[in-house]
């Protein structure tokens, strides 16, 4: 498997403003407020220029998704940073670091294992496959042409695709469509891609990796046109500028 340097020697010159890349914890990225990330750039198109400024916040609400997304592309973290109860019983001299993990409950992690199952299991393309394979969760730091500082985390991303996963209620197309459409997704997958491009020099193509938490934990890939991707990069420049405007 390629590291970071292999990644980074084989970029081809690129003919954007290039990017760099780190390799560090979620808490360190979300700490570079000086760097406008999707969320931000979500925010200030939904809520306006005050929202420009409002600090990220973990209000829990998305603790399982945080813990799939850990168990999915990095199980040695996902085994580091939880405990698993009825499951996993640290020695008693661990008592200070089980307080430290997130605690899963067994019926929460069954959901959990369930829903990675099938994400690897999916019929219809060799997610495992890429999966194994891709570069994930790090940390993509660049200048643009007009100087604004951006930054991306993509979940996973190999020469060929960019992948981001989604917990959702309802994985089929019409359905997740209007969540992308809610939650602005697209302009995430543009912010993506504009990151991915910088640093490798080349253009792959993104999908969403949705999933049910609820058994039967249907999945579902769902991959941007390239129409798609036109109109999410519009929307992309429009945040850009609006974000840019507010910090100003």
Do not use: N
């Not at 010159?13 to 990225?29: D, I, K, S």
């Not at 989604?166 to 891609?193: C, E, I, N, S, W």
């Not at 949705?210 to 945040?239: D, F, G, I, N, T």
């Amino acid at each position: 498997m390629r590291t970071i340097d292999d990644l980074v020697r084989e970029r081809p010159a690129p003919t954007l403003a290039p990017a760099q890349v780190r390799q560090e914890p979620l808490a360190a990225y979300l700490a570079r407020a000086e760097y406008g990330s999707s969320s931000a750039l979500r925010r200030v198109l939904r809520a306006g220029p005050a929202a420009a400024a409002a600090p990220f916040g973990d209000d829990g609400s998305q603790r399982l998704a945080q813990a799939l997304h850990a168990l999915v592309f990095e199980p040695a973290r996902f085994a580091a940073d939880h405990l698993v109860l009825d499951r996993d019983i640290p020695p008693a001299d661990e008592g200070a670091d089980a307080l430290e993990r997130t605690w899963i409950t067994g019926a929460e992690f069954a959901r959990l294992a369930g829903a990675r199952d099938a994400i690897r299991a999916y019929p219809r393309a060799p997610l495992a496959e890429w999966i194994d394979a891709g570069m994930k969760e790090l940390s993509i730091y660049w200048r643009d042409e007009a100087g604004r500082r951006w930054k991306a985390r993509p979940d996973c991303f190999t020469d060929a695709i960019v992948l981001e996963l989604k917990t959702t209620g309802d994985v089929r197309p019409r359905a997740f469509a209007r969540t992308r459409k809610r939650f602005g997704y697209d302009l995430q997958a543009a912010h993506y891609l504009d990151g991915v491009r910088r640093l490798t020099g080349r253009t792959p193509r993104f999908a969403f990796v949705a999933v049910e938490l609820q058994p039967p934990h249907y999945a579902w890939l769902h991959e941007l046109a390239p129409a798609e991707l036109a109109r999410a990069e519009a929307l992309l420049e429009l945040a850009r500028q609006r974000l840019a405007a507010a910090r100003a």
